[in-house]
């Protein structure tokens, strides 16, 4: 089911580029939009594990620096059918966890010295589970088409601010001022809304298929709890 939703709000949200496109760049402003969009989000698609690793200031940990911490994940990357990713280890208070890489096979997954000490072995485990569930899942492919889109959509709203909007060729005039305002304030908002959407859909999934890897939905309930 949460495919399901995930398929109908990035196909809404695709549907939503293509009328905006229409209506302020038409077809040449819609796909310069796109493919500006499609290389900033390929470049981060492919470099995103690098930079977030490198901005929070992660250390990589192996099985002599955190036994108990690597075994863990070690576990429930086997469980989850998956290879091992890199641990890593960010000096933070604050607890938290994520995962990154652009497929299985080059995976991350990370979190701060605050989880791993306010919460319980199993709690820990809970939530390194929900983590490999994005792995397994392809969440960070799925997110990043929808950033494209999204970005793509603002690019589009920006070149109405900045050109006068409106396909002419097609609609006769334009959108006019009224319209062109409104496209360009409504159109990111409502991408923003589908994108936020799709990003709570892949975390319920995530949660589900991270109980299930984990064996025990209790560990990972009491995390967040």
């Not at 939703?5 to 040449?28: D, E, N, P, S």
């Not at 641990?87 to 701060?112: C, L, S």
């Not at 999204?150 to 097609?170: D, K, P, V, Y």
Request: glycine fraction near 12%; proline fraction near 4%.
């Amino acid at each position: 089911m949460n495919y399901l939703k995930t398929a109908i709000l990035l196909a809404g949200l695709t549907a939503l580029f293509m009328g905006v496109g229409y209506l302020i760049g038409g077809q040449t402003g819609a796909t310069i939009a796109f493919l500006v969009a499609a290389g900033m989000n390929l470049f981060s698609y492919w470099n995103a594990d690098r930079m977030v690793l490198s901005m929070t200031g992660a250390h990589e940990v192996d099985a002599r620096t955190a036994p108990e911490y690597y075994a863990m994940v070690q576990e429930l990357a086997g469980r989850a059918g998956l290879p091992m990713p890199r641990v890593y280890i960010i000096d933070d208070p604050q607890p938290n966890a994520f995962a990154t890489g652009r497929n299985p096979q080059n995976a991350a997954v990370a979190a701060t010295t605050g989880l791993l000490n306010m919460l319980s072995r199993e709690e820990v485990a809970g939530v390194m589970a929900h983590e490999l569930a994005h792995v397994k899942n392809h969440d960070t492919l799925i997110m990043t088409i929808t950033a494209t889109i999204a970005g793509a959509i603002s690019m589009l709203a920006q070149f109405g601010m900045f050109f006068g909007g409106g396909n002419r060729e097609n609609n006769g005039g334009g959108l006019g001022i009224v319209g062109t305002l409104a496209m360009v304030i409504l159109a990111p908002i409502a991408a923003m809304l589908v994108q936020m959407a799709i990003s709570r859909t892949r975390e319920y999934a995530a949660d589900r298929m991270g109980a299930q890897i984990c064996g025990r939905p209790a560990w990972l309930a009491s995390a967040l709890a």
